[in-house]
């Protein structure tokens, strides 16, 4: 049963078809505009996967809408404030369908402290967020020898020497709109938003001239260029851009493959032959002759290996309750995970609904604590004989892990708000994420705990009196070593899914991320199991307990 298990989750991930194609649950967000209709892009936090602090777009002095006023989305879910994102309106106007090359404003004469700004986030690699009709713009391919495609532009660049910088004040924007027919009438879907960003020095006195939506002459954005725009003192800066409109066959269903990161299929068969080793190798460990000969000692005694087990696997250790809450909360966690992705992988959630996921994940860790607090109780129940102080442990195992979540999370926002990010939450998200622990999550916890005493027999075993020997050198050789091995071989799948989950505004296969997390948890419970049989089987079960939660909770 098991070696069939393994092949088929083998050939699924080797062989993986599309989980399904996207649902599109949210489709009706999808807008329709008519010929000439004016829409306005958005703009999020400036970004840099240097720093990972996110800064206010507005920080640096780029040209505001022509009202003045910066209007703020009041929209924003709980996910988009823990990501640090902050929407807010820009002066970017687009007529559907109509080419066009216009002028924003006119910076007034650079000075030594105007500069400064321009320089620390350019030497920190800072990058604009602009988002039309929801879809974040792409740097466009294989402009300017750059072949990678990346979501946002670099604010400005180092030209040569390293000491000079350019800054970017020209963007020409591609919005690429699916042509749809109602009622005989030609409407326009925007399926994909591009720029191409380019540096240009303008004529500073023609520009003072302009007025906000002027034309001017269009710009190829193709280095090398010699009028480029460079930031220094006594420098006048004039920002422009430019709107063409594509027609394409893509369609909204598909319009966001262009923006996930697409997984090389060596890092495939890198995971899946990393998870493979990882799965196989207690079985292939277990057949070691010495460790059998120890188990048939035991059954010679009249004592079956089943039978050994369910009476020694239970048996109290030293650390039986971290034990209980460890793997409690183990399991809450990774149900939690599971569940979130099931919801994301097949198109439910889509990327548009930025900090949905994250959102969702929060409130099923909030509505998982009934499962940990059942799991916790009925193990301690089991080890200890008994289910009194069931309580102390359902209210360990609430806060053994936010605690440590959420003091983390405080030390990471004091470090935010000393470094004006928009990054740092507000109090009254403090408020929120404290309110939904202890109201929401606490209780269903003690719920849970509730009803394992209640499912569990008042004699549930019959405890057998066994001599504790010391623990075995050879034993503890093996856990140590199948525990370096597990964390070697599953460290491609958690660099994937940490890279997914905050890896800026980069959007992954949430396909793949669902069958290595499925992995990694099959890995873990795998290993954790045959670490602890093999203590039983050789008379070391003291040991069984703090390797087995080391290898559990990795």
Request: with cysteine; glycine share 6%.
């Amino acid at each position: 049963m098991a070696p069939s298990l393994i092949l088929l989750l083998i050939l699924f991930l080797i062989l993986r078809p599309p989980l399904c194609r996207a649902i599109n649950f949210l489709g009706s967000d999808q807008l329709s505009y008519s010929h000439d209709e004016h829409i306005y892009a958005k703009v999020n936090s400036l970004t840099s996967r240097a720093t990972l602090l996110p800064r206010d777009y507005y920080s640096l002095p780029f040209c505001k809408p022509d009202s003045g006023l910066i209007a703020k989305s009041n929209k924003m879910n709980l996910g988009q404030h823990l990501l640090g994102e902050k929407i807010q309106s820009s002066p970017y106007r687009f007529r559907i369908n109509t080419n066009e090359s216009l002028y924003l404003c006119t910076l007034t004469k650079l000075t030594k402290q105007s500069v400064e700004p321009w320089t620390k986030k350019t030497d920190k690699f800072y990058h604009a967020n602009v988002v039309l009709d929801d879809l974040p713009v792409l740097r466009s391919p294989g402009q300017n020898w750059m072949q990678l495609q990346s979501i946002g532009y670099p604010v400005a660049y180092h030209g040569f020497p390293f000491y000079v910088y350019y800054v970017i004040n020209h963007l020409k924007f591609r919005v690429f709109v699916h042509e749809t027919r109602i009622r005989d009438q030609p409407y326009y879907e925007i399926v994909r938003f591009e720029v191409s960003p380019c540096s240009i020095k303008r004529d500073s006195d023609a520009m003072s001239k302009l007025n906000m939506y002027d034309k001017v002459p269009s710009t190829d954005c193709v280095l090398p260029r010699d009028d480029r725009q460079e930031i220094k003192e006594d420098e006048i800066i004039a920002f422009t851009y430019e709107v063409e409109f594509i027609t394409s066959n893509i369609t909204s269903e598909s319009q966001w493959e262009a923006y996930v990161e697409k997984t090389s299929v060596d890092h495939y068969l890198s995971s899946a032959i990393n998870s493979i080793i990882t799965i196989i190798l207690p079985f292939i460990v277990a057949r070691f002759k010495s460790w059998r000969n120890k188990a048939k000692v035991r059954e010679e005694e009249g004592v079956s290996r089943s039978k050994l087990f369910l009476e020694v696997g239970f048996r109290k250790s030293r650390c039986s309750k971290i034990l209980s809450i460890a793997v409690g909360n183990g399991i809450h966690i990774a149900g939690m995970a599971i569940l979130a992705l099931f919801f994301a992988a097949p198109g439910l959630i889509l990327p548009s609904s930025s900090g949905v996921f994250l959102t969702i994940a929060i409130v099923l860790y909030v509505l998982f604590g009934i499962l940990g607090g059942y799991i916790t109780v009925w193990m301690w129940s089991h080890i200890k004989g008994k289910s009194k102080g069931w309580v102390s442990v359902c209210w360990a195992t609430s806060c053994f892990f936010f605690s440590i979540l959420f003091a983390v999370f405080s030390v990471t926002n004091i470090i935010y708000y000393v470094n004006t990010s928009t990054a740092a939450v507000s109090f009254s998200v403090y408020c929120t994420l404290l309110a939904l622990w202890l109201f929401i999550s606490v209780p269903l916890t003690f719920l849970g705990g509730l009803t394992s005493t209640r499912s569990i027999s008042n004699e549930l075993r019959t405890e057998h009196k066994r001599r504790t020997p010391v623990s075995l050198f050879g034993t503890m050789t093996v856990i140590l070593l199948s525990g370096f091995i597990t964390h070697g071989s599953i460290s491609t799948e958690l660099a994937n899914i940490f890279y997914c989950t905050w890896g800026g505004r980069s959007y992954c296969d949430l396909q793949h991320t669902l069958v290595i997390t499925q992995f990694i948890v099959i890995a873990c419970v795998s290993v954790s199991g045959w670490e602890g049989y093999m203590c039983i089987i050789a008379d070391d079960w003291n040991c069984m307990g703090m390797e087995s939660i080391l290898c559990f909770r990795l």
